[in-house]
């Protein structure tokens, strides 16, 4: 007997994944807005992704094709103990390219590669309540969300200017939602805010803090920001160093213990599609070479 | 004249207990309204029920909007009594450390209010910071310290900045001169009589420090477990008390 035929398709009992499709469905009805949902214990600790699981659980039908990535990776520790995870209880096809993929479950970045109508984003989100850490009181946050109440959100991004003398904040950049809701994005890097109005279906998952939303296709997201001091997507400036990309977002890679450092796409399958398209970058070397 | 503020009949119970009972009142624009009274004896309470923060079992507390004119507060929507409360009415806590955020810069902490009634303009958010720091005679250069790293008298004062920074009409303050030293009480009353004074502001001022209410309060409440036992102009209560306790309160002064 293969381990998929152990479990219930993706893990979870059918009824709980009803039950987080509703709150799915809730969270589209209302974009942005934290719809509460009992969520389940996972085989992983919290922090390693189990909201996301669970909203990529009750999605996932046989005929998907899942992609993993951790911080834009397909082959680090959380990406491939996830992606190994569905194959065995839900035996679904996987795969590393972005366009090929129905549905793809994300850590911390949005893929290069824009997404189509069609696919669902999944992000995992450590804590789901922008002002969490300016105002501690879940019935006053809850309170000034219903009451678009939203006057301390820019008091954090006047406290960077002070202190900076810029937006210092570089991710989790708090967002509006289609003019109401403010919203946390997951820890995604700033530079992946303006990417959010897309195609395809965003949904978000806090498993700890038992929250789902989600933005339909095509929602407004507008980053929040002064009027003097507008919101910038960042990145650091340089090129990838593999591939050459300009326009993605790149990880600081350091290479030895005197401070030389190399910079690589954050995304792996948009720089493998990159190199094998035949862009090197300054320290790169063509794919073809790099076989033989 | 239009009254400012029309209390009718204001009761408020703890269970069986009396937290204040039958209270009405009329505040007119520009007057400033001392409420004295022993600890428990429904000071806080009636403040808190005034200021929207507790809701009272009985009565009416009708406010002049600027929009729709004399409108009962109890009983308005949540949205428009918060948004009174970060406009037109100001809070002063007797501990600064209830009114401020104390993780958050002086200028962060004076620009809240700003924000949250729709100012999204760095530039002169900060210039409002400063110009009101500089008001309650806080240096500019600690725009950018945290209130933690203040005395009592600048977190008191920050905290006068933070709420007046609005333009508010009617000011509650609840024990503003509480747990000062007297030199820094006496600057900080000098610092509001001005204020208040300037700004033409409704002040409703809850203490228990009969000093304070003669240098600041045009009228006297005074109360006593839960009732209003008698009222008058400041100096016609305190001079010439009529009710037995109101006797008692005025000798019960220490005097240097």
């Not at chain 1, 450590?126 to 969300?145: D, S």
């Not at chain 2, 004076?110 to 760095?122: D, F, P, Q, S």
Request: aromatic fraction near 6%; hydrophobic fraction near 35%.
């Amino acid at each position: 007997m293969t381990q998929s035929g152990q479990y219930n398709f993706a893990y979870l009992d059918e009824q709980t994944k009803r039950m987080i499709r509703r709150a799915l469905l809730k969270g589209l009805a209302i974009p942005g807005y934290q719809v509460p949902f009992a969520s389940r214990e996972m085989p992983m600790p919290y922090g390693w992704g189990t909201g996301g699981v669970q909203v990529s659980a009750a999605c996932l039908t046989p005929d998907d094709r899942l992609k993993v990535i951790d911080q834009g990776a397909d082959d680090t520790t959380n990406a491939v103990s996830i992606r190994k995870f569905f194959q065995r209880t839900a035996d679904v096809a996987v795969t590393e390219d972005t366009t090929d993929a129905t549905l793809i479950q994300t850590r911390h970045r949005i893929p290069e590669t824009e997404l189509a109508e069609g696919q669902i984003l999944v992000y995992q989100v450590p804590i789901p309540e922008p002002l969490r850490f300016l105002e501690p009181r879940e019935t006053e946050t809850r309170k000034m969300h219903s009451l678009e109440e939203y006057g301390l959100m820019h008091v954090k991004l006047y406290e960077d200017i002070a202190r900076h003398g810029q937006i210092a904040t570089s991710y989790a950049y708090p967002v509006k939602v289609q003019g109401r809701y403010v919203m946390d994005p997951s820890p995604i890097p700033k530079f992946d805010n303006p990417k959010m109005e897309m195609a395809a279906i965003q949904l978000f998952g806090a498993g700890r803090e038992q929250r789902i939303y989600a933005l339909p296709p095509y929602t407004d997201v507008v980053s929040l920001d002064f009027e003097d001091h507008p919101f910038e997507a960042t990145k650091a400036n340089h090129s990838c160093a593999l591939c050459g990309a300009s326009d993605s977002y790149l990880d600081e890679v350091i290479t030895d213990d005197q401070g030389t450092r190399m910079y690589v796409c954050s995304d792996t399958d948009y720089c493998a599609t990159r190199r094998a398209q035949g862009h090197v970058g300054l320290q790169g070397v063509p794919l073809e070479d790099n076989a033989a | 004249m239009t009254p400012l503020l029309k209390v009718e009949n204001i009761n408020k119970f703890y269970g069986g207990r009396i937290g204040c009972a039958d209270v009405s009142f009329t505040l007119y624009p520009g007057e400033v309204m001392g409420i004295v009274g022993e600890s428990g004896s429904g000071k806080s309470t009636l403040l808190n029920c005034l200021a929207g923060q507790l809701e009272p079992d009985g009565g009416r507390v009708m406010f002049d909007t600027r929009a729709e004119g004399m409108k009962d507060t109890v009983s308005m929507s949540e949205p428009e009594r918060r948004m009174l409360g970060r406009t037109d009415w100001a809070f002063v806590h007797q501990n600064p450390r209830d009114g401020l955020r104390m993780g958050v810069s002086a200028g962060g902490n004076v620009g809240e209010r700003l924000m949250a009634v729709g100012a999204r303009h760095y530039g002169d958010i900060r210039g409002k910071a400063v110009d009101w720091l500089d008001r309650v005679e806080i240096a500019e250069d600690r725009v950018d310290d945290r209130p933690s790293a203040f005395s009592g008298g600048m977190q008191q004062r920050l905290q006068i900045a933070r709420n007046l920074v609005t333009g508010p009409r009617l000011v509650f303050m609840d024990e503003p001169t509480g747990g000062l030293d007297v030199s820094v009480q006496a600057r900080l009353l000098d610092l509001l009589r001005g204020l208040v004074r300037q700004m033409g502001l409704s002040a409703i001022i809850v203490t228990h420090d009969l000093a304070v209410v003669r240098l600041l309060a045009d009228r006297l409440m005074v109360m006593k477990s839960g009732h209003v036992v008698e009222t008058g102009l400041t100096d016609q209560v305190l001079d010439d008390p009529q009710h037995a306790y109101t006797q008692l309160l005025v000798s019960s002064v220490l005097q240097v």
